[in-house]
């Protein structure tokens, strides 16, 4: 059984894109199959200068080629 919670949030204005929480609460992020290079990029620099996040597993989701099945991979995050 899961025990995930996913947060969504309407974004109204470019103000409106910060969602903050406490970081002991986040556990793993999960980077969708199609997710951008570029974006991806950003979260791993997040998670990496913030000490508070060092915690954090990551991982990325993928497809198998041969059926419907999803997967995922954990991810290192680099350190300086």
Same mark, same amino acid.
């Given at each position: 059984?899961?025990?995930?919670? *996913?947060?969504? *949030?309407? $974004?109204? @204005?470019?103000?409106?894109?910060?969602? *903050? $929480? !406490?970081? @002991? $609460?986040?556990?793993? #992020? &999960?980077?969708?199959? %199609?997710?951008? *290079?570029?974006? !991806?990029? #950003? $979260?791993?620099?997040? +998670?990496? !200068? %913030?000490?508070? +996040?060092?915690? #954090?597993? #990551?991982?990325?989701?993928?497809?198998?080629?041969?059926?419907? &099945?999803?997967?995922? %991979?954990?991810?290192? &995050?680099?350190?300086?």
């Amino acid at each position: 059984h899961e025990r995930e919670i *996913r947060l969504f *949030r309407k $974004i109204e @204005s470019k103000e409106d894109k910060v969602v *903050r $929480i !406490k970081p @002991s $609460i986040l556990k793993e #992020v &999960i980077f969708e199959c %199609n997710m951008a *290079r570029t974006d !991806k990029k #950003v $979260i791993l620099e997040l +998670l990496q !200068k %913030n000490e508070e +996040l060092k915690h #954090v597993k #990551v991982f990325e989701a993928f497809r198998d080629k041969n059926s419907y &099945i999803m997967g995922f %991979n954990k991810l290192k &995050i680099p350190t300086h």
